[in-house]
Structure formats: structure tokens, C-alpha cells
């Protein structure tokens, strides 16, 4: 169960992370002199956070084989 509830924790957590993606402009490519800025343009900052989709991939994934474990071992007790 704590594995479970630190999961929900970094999931939540992720969201906020990546939530500087549409929050901060200093995450996409400025306008100097290129064709190729803003979006899809990712700035070394914007770069940094875009790591946090794979550590959401990661807390979904250890959340659902925490509950699986919990439902198991509660059904199995009955």
C-alpha cells in the first residue's frame, strides 16, 4: 500500500512538472533570427522536463501493479 500511495504521489507530482511545458515560455525556441522556433521547439529547459513523461510512464505503471498485488491479496484473505 505505501507503494501504491508514493506512486499516486509522483504521479502527481510529474503533472506538475510538466505543467512548465504550457506555464513557462522560456520552454520553447525563441524567435531570433531562425524559421524554426516555439512549438515544437523545445529550449535546453523544455528538454529537462520532457524527461518527466517517462517517469509518469514509470508511476502508472508501478501504480497498477500496486493495486493489482492489494486486490489479490485482499480477495485471497476473504
Known amino acids: 500500500m505505501p507503494s501504491m500511495i508514493a ?3 509522483v504521479f502527481i507530482m510529474t503533472l506538475g512538472t510538466l505543467s512548465f511545458l504550457v506555464t513557462t ?3 520553447w525556441v525563441p ?3 531562425d524559421n524554426q522556433w516555439g512549438f515544437p521547439y523545445l529550449s535546453g529547459r ?3 522536463v520532457i524527461k518527466d513523461v517517462v ?3 514509470g ?3 508501478t ?3 500496486t493495486a493489482q498485488l492489494y486486490l ?3 480477495t485471497a484473505s476473504k
Open 7 to 9: 506512486s499516486i504521489l
Open 63 to 65: 501504480m497498477s501493479e
Open 55 to 57: 517517469i509518469l510512464g
Open 72 to 74: 489479490k491479496r485482499k
Open 59 to 61: 508511476a502508472i505503471i
Open 46 to 48: 523544455g528538454r529537462l
Open 25 to 27: 515560455p522560456e520552454s
Open 31 to 33: 524567435h531570433l533570427t
